[in-house]
């Protein structure tokens, strides 16, 4: 079992809708990310919280807004979506973003996959 | 060129075989390196660290060559469920810890 949870694992959303991925770890961890992979492609960046603050945002459209309400949560808020935002959407987590990394590498959750319609 | 580069594949190997797949990354500073394993519609799950005096963990076998930018993993013995997607990642500094990962390669073990 996974120690990062995502719900939902599915969604489907219309052009107008508004809904939220959310996330949530226990492991302690101090950096979580938000990840979005098309299929046949690696996982791309698109937000790290670090310590509860925003530290990376990989020049997302503000169509997605990340919200860490504490260390254990993020949420990604999604509005206005597009169909070419269908995709994977995974959260990971890591001890931190510094010195976590160096050798605990990331933790994922199992993902949401989004499709608009 | 591409920072992070993998061969996609498929390798198709018959169970037992010993299959070893590289990656090659172009920041000279890059300081952490990492394979991942993704199978079909899955999220990546990490596989093993890499170390710069190599590593294994069971039948697999993680290398590191600074020298010339690659990092390598080896798998013996290969059995049915190793198929999946091998992704490499490769972790830099400078402002902040940017990660890169591989395109994956596609291994399919036959029996």
């Known amino acids: 079992d996974t120690e990062v949870t995502q719900t939902p694992k599915h969604l489907v959303m219309g052009m107008t809708n508004k809904k939220s991925l959310k996330c949530e770890q226990h492991m302690g961890h101090r950096a979580m990310y938000w990840y979005k992979q098309k299929a046949k492609k690696p996982p791309e960046l698109m937000f790290v919280?670090?310590?509860?603050?925003?530290?990376i945002n990989e020049s997302v459209p503000s169509r997605f807004s990340p919200e860490c309400p504490n260390s254990s949560l993020l949420n990604l808020h999604l509005h206005a979506l597009q169909p070419e935002d269908s995709a994977l959407y995974l959260c990971?987590?890591?001890?931190?973003?510094?010195?976590?990394?160096?050798?605990?590498?990331?933790?994922f959750g199992s993902g949401t996959r989004l499709t608009v319609v | 060129r591409k920072e992070v580069e993998q061969d996609p594949g498929p390798f198709n190997v018959p169970e037992g075989a010993t299959v070893a797949f590289n990656c090659t990354y172009s920041n000279s500073a890059s300081q952490s390196f990492f394979w991942y394993r993704q199978d079909c519609r899955k999220e990546p799950k990490l596989l093993m660290s890499v170390y710069s005096s190599g590593n294994e963990d069971g039948r697999f076998t993680a290398q590191l060559n600074r020298a010339s930018q690659y990092i390598s993993l080896l798998i013996r013995d290969s059995k049915l469920s190793d198929s999946a997607t091998y992704l490499c990642?490769?972790?830099?500094?400078?402002?902040?810890?940017?990660?890169?990962f591989g395109t994956g390669t596609k291994l399919q073990v036959i029996p």
């Open positions: 919280y670090s310590y509860e603050k925003l530290s």
């Open positions: 990971a987590s890591s001890q931190d973003s510094a010195t976590g990394q160096g050798g605990y590498g990331y933790t």
């Open positions: 990642v490769v972790i830099n500094s400078g402002g902040y810890q940017k990660v890169t």
